[in-house]
């Protein structure tokens, strides 16, 4: 975690009347892995504490990389959810606790723009669609993209969803959701192949894990192969289950990142680009 973005994205929440506290392993660095910031056992207790803390009302993660994983069995989820519902916000890596917030407390949670990422620091529609989430929600029950059809129609459903990679990582594991059925999927990634958003995509549908879902809206593809060979593969796979799918929607690994609220019914409409809550974000329970 660079100091200098953490402390540029705190000060956008200052910004806002908000009075952020940086955890205290944030700033870590896992003494044998590169890629990990700090010991697991850390990075939860501070997430933990967080959450538990009844002064604090919103937890914001400060960027993705690797390691959420790592930390979901090291949560004492009896005590989160005996603290009652707060604001979790992040993406990418943090879809694994997207997950198992979902599951596990049956919260809605916000699939946006973090704290210290470059994106969100530089780009002013990303704060200002996050800042009227968090204050005011009834402003965006109606989500516009600029994405387009890629397979027509309009469905129903509960949102979900977020980076493909963890998602396929989850399958599987005791307690995760066990498909997408009745959800609206939102997937996005970043800096893969090809091939390997195939093999993803693949095991989630032989895992029956897409059976049922009502309608897909596809994200950014950030240093991805070239869109029209990552399109290819998005039709082939996911063009088979016979719902309403929009891609291009403008979340995830991309500049001016839209905030999606997960757990919320709602209407994706593919052939307008847009996503119609039934309810504001912060107003309503996880399906």
């Known amino acids: 975690m660079p100091e200098e973005r953490l402390e540029a994205g705190l000060d956008v929440l200052r910004g806002w009347d908000l009075d952020p506290v940086a955890a205290p392993h944030v700033l870590d660095r896992h003494r044998e892995f590169d890629y990990l910031a700090g010991a697991d056992a850390d990075r939860a207790r501070d997430l933990e504490r967080a959450w538990c803390d009844p002064s604090v009302s919103a937890v914001f993660c400060?960027?993705?990389?690797?390691?959420?994983?790592?930390?979901?069995?090291?949560?004492?989820?009896?005590?989160?959810?005996?603290?009652?519902?707060?604001?979790?916000?992040?993406?990418?890596?943090?879809?694994?606790?997207?997950?198992?917030?979902?599951?596990?407390?049956?919260?809605?949670?916000?699939?946006?723009?973090?704290?210290?990422?470059?994106?969100?620091?530089?780009?002013?529609?990303?704060?200002?669609?996050?800042?009227?989430?968090?204050?005011?929600?009834?402003?965006?029950?109606?989500?516009?993209?600029?994405g387009r059809a890629l397979v027509g129609g309009r469905a129903r459903g509960v949102t979900l969803g977020g980076c493909l990679s963890l998602l396929s990582a989850d399958v599987g594991v005791p307690g995760a959701r066990a498909s997408a059925r009745g959800g609206l999927l939102f997937l996005e990634d970043t800096g893969e192949e090809t091939y390997r958003l195939d093999r993803f995509l693949t095991q989630l549908l032989r895992a029956g894990w897409l059976d049922g879902v009502a309608g897909v809206a596809l994200g950014s593809w950030e240093d991805c192969d070239p869109y029209d060979a990552v399109r290819a593969v998005l039709l082939d796979r996911l063009g088979g289950l016979g719902v309403p799918i929009v891609e291009e929607f403008g979340f995830g690994h991309c500049d001016g990142a839209l905030t999606v609220p997960f757990g919320i019914p709602g209407e994706l409409d593919a052939d307008a680009g847009a996503l119609r809550l039934d309810a504001p974000a912060l107003a309503a329970s996880a399906g």
């Open 62 to 146: 400060a960027r993705g990389g690797y390691g959420a994983a790592r930390m979901v069995e090291l949560l004492d989820w009896d005590a989160m959810r005996a603290a009652g519902p707060k604001v979790f916000l992040g993406f990418s890596d943090i879809t694994t606790l997207h997950e198992a917030f979902a599951r596990r407390l049956g919260l809605v949670t916000l699939h946006g723009p973090m704290v210290a990422g470059a994106d969100f620091l530089k780009n002013a529609r990303a704060q200002e669609q996050l800042r009227l989430t968090l204050f005011e929600p009834e402003a965006v029950r109606v989500i516009a993209s600029p």
